[in-house]
């Protein structure tokens, strides 16, 4: 009784909690607990956006989360609930295509982001490609996932193809693909014959001849 009676006491907080109480409360364990704090009238973008950086957080308390329009505004919560492990997929895929070109890229190399929201993360990314400014795919060839540099590979351009093969994600297998390719941009092939690493892996050898 003592028990059930701290609980209920808790959540009756959580209710009305503020300052540092209400930061306290953001980090119980109790599902319950979490509910009755979404309640609290004092609860800000802040603290919602440091919720959802607990990988622990139930599913149930982000969808009760992505069911306020007024925190879904908000980019850092709206791309929290996409990225999150627990977040179930039919609430993070229709999300996962709202983000910006660089959340995108987050998702696709954060460890803890589910397989079926990076791949979408990905093929965003991807159907962007030819619009994106010279600028941005500079950057992309530095620091995208493999899929990306080799697309950027793929394109051709001068400017891009040195940075997108000294990209750390770029794979082996991503090499290959780009090399088999029917009609490849010239200079592509001779960039990866001339390549400190990549011209000395045997697969990407036999795709060059």
Sequence with gaps: MPRDSARAERIAEARQATGDELLALVHDAEEAVLDALLESPALNESHVVLLLERKSLPGAVIERIAQRREWMRSNPVRLRVALHPRTPRLLALPLVRQLYLFDLVNACLQPHVPNEVKRLAEEQILSKLAQLPLGQKLTLARRGPARVAGALIAEGHAQVVPLALDN??????????????????????????QHRKWSLQYNVRIALL
């Design 168 to 193: 750390p994600y770029l794979t082996e297998a991503q090499v290959v693909r780009v090399l088999v390719q029917n009609e490849l941009p010239e200079g592509v092939a001779a960039a990866v014959a």
